[in-house]
């Protein structure tokens, strides 16, 4: 992300994040784990503006590949395959949200606008991206270990949006409906991959 935000192709690459492919089932994808599922599709949608994925192969966790190899076993490259696409779990549950809260939130109409932040704990990721011109502030944190819960202190760039050290600001996590005040710039956070891997919270100044 820093390359594409911050390297010369800026002024001319814009990248289609994928989870998965056709052409290809990733490493970690190939365990049929449920969470690892969560975290690739909300890495791919809250990164990047333009994102897609290989489905339903993807909401129905298909994981069988080719052994050693990051290919599927049975692809639709070659045979054609019948789907259930009413077919509903969590992941279709979370990804609906996630497309929803992606439409009726400017910040995430926008690529370069990708700013990472520090946390305390390197099994964690943490980014904000901002939409000036309707102060859209949002924070993303992603618990990258699929098995443990992982806990530590981010780093919230709040100066960037004119709140100060003491003032109360909700994080308002949009797809729980949690909202948690702060009014420092370090706060903790902690996610257990079994309830939900990541938070997606909208800065507010109450």
Known sequence: MHEVVHGPGREYFRPNF???????????????HEDTYLVRNILAATLNSNYGLYGPVFEQRVHAAVPGKEEYKDSEKYEIRH??????????????????????????????NYQACTIENDQLMAYFKRDAATDNNLLMVVNL???????GWVQVPIGDRGVQPGQTFLAHDL????????????NYVELNPNALPFHLFRLETK
């Open 18 to 32: 994928w989870p998965n492919t056709p052409d290809i089932t990733p490493w970690i994808l190939q365990s049929g």
């Open 83 to 112: 789907w259930d696409c009413e077919e509903r779990n969590k992941i279709t549950h979370v990804m609906t949200h996630v497309n929803r809260i992606r439409k009726e939130n400017p910040a995430f109409h926008d690529l370069l």
């Open 145 to 151: 270990d699929p098995h443990y819960t992982q806990s």
């Open 175 to 186: 797809i729980t409906g949690n909202s948690y005040p702060w009014n420092q710039e370090w």
